[in-house]
């Protein structure tokens, strides 16, 4: 397709399972980016990558947060031990350039979690 | 450090009418400024963005926004509301070199009959 395409759109997860979600960005794009969206807030920034490189994770929440994307292209972000606060909407974007600071995202419709 | 501030969380006016959505953002360095539309079960689109050049910016859908630096704002404005325009509105700020994008909590905008 021509967006970004994320998968699954909903998750139900029970506490402590482990969970992964995916993410396959515009063919070409070079830089990836997740971000979390609680209910009623705004997207905040979880981790960056430029190509296969991980270049930010200051974003995530806890060591039990682990994103790769290890050819470059699709992206996957795990959550382990999941917890009731993870529960939330993740978003996936992606940008042609490899420095994305003024440049468009383009955003997938997101993978909605929720963590019963 | 960036942050986004977006007075309202819900806006709602009649169709026809003006539309202001309020975004004030605090950056150490010279600023980025996004705006970003979401509709239902879709993805943020970009709406529009000022990175340097004219203060005025024109975006898509008859949205424009102005960035004035002395007041370290960035509203977003259309002159007269139609019913399609309804959705959450994100304002975001990110800087040269940098990798993250902050946005602020959203605006949901309702347009009226």
């Known amino acids: 397709g021509a967006g970004v395409s994320q998968s699954p759109r909903y998750k139900v997860a029970k506490r402590g399972q482990d969970v992964a979600l995916r993410c396959d960005p515009i063919?070409?794009?070079?830089?990836l980016f997740w971000y979390q969206q609680a209910l009623g807030q705004g997207p905040e920034f979880l981790t960056y990558?430029?190509?296969?490189?991980?270049?930010?994770k200051s974003g995530l929440p806890s060591d039990r947060f682990f994103a790769e994307r290890p050819e470059g292209s699709v992206s996957t972000l795990k959550i382990q031990r999941t917890q009731q606060e993870d529960s939330a909407v993740y978003l996936c974007?992606?940008?042609?350039?490899?420095?994305?600071?003024?440049?468009?995202?383009?955003f997938g419709s997101g993978t909605q979690l929720s963590v019963l | 450090a960036q942050s986004v501030t977006q007075l309202g969380s819900h806006v709602s006016v009649s169709e026809g009418a003006l539309v202001l959505l309020r975004c004030n953002y605090s950056?150490?360095?010279?600023?980025?400024l996004f705006w970003y539309v979401q509709y239902p079960n879709q993805g943020l689109q970009l709406l529009l963005k000022?990175?340097?050049?004219?203060?005025l910016v024109k975006g898509i859908n008859g949205f424009e926004a102005e960035f004035k630096k002395s007041e370290t704002s960035f509203h977003l404005t259309k002159p007269s509301a139609h019913m399609s325009d309804a959705a959450e509105y994100f304002c975001?700020?990110?800087?040269?070199?940098?990798?993250?994008?902050?946005f602020g909590s959203g605006t949901k905008l309702n347009v009226k009959p």
């Open positions: 975001a700020v990110s800087a040269p070199n940098f990798n993250k994008f902050y």
């Open positions: 000022y990175t340097t050049g004219a203060t």
């Open positions: 990558f430029q190509n296969e490189a991980q270049l930010d």
């Open positions: 950056s150490s360095v010279p600023p980025y």
């Open positions: 063919s070409g794009h070079v830089s």
């Open positions: 974007a992606s940008s042609w350039l490899s420095r994305g600071s003024n440049e468009k995202l383009f």
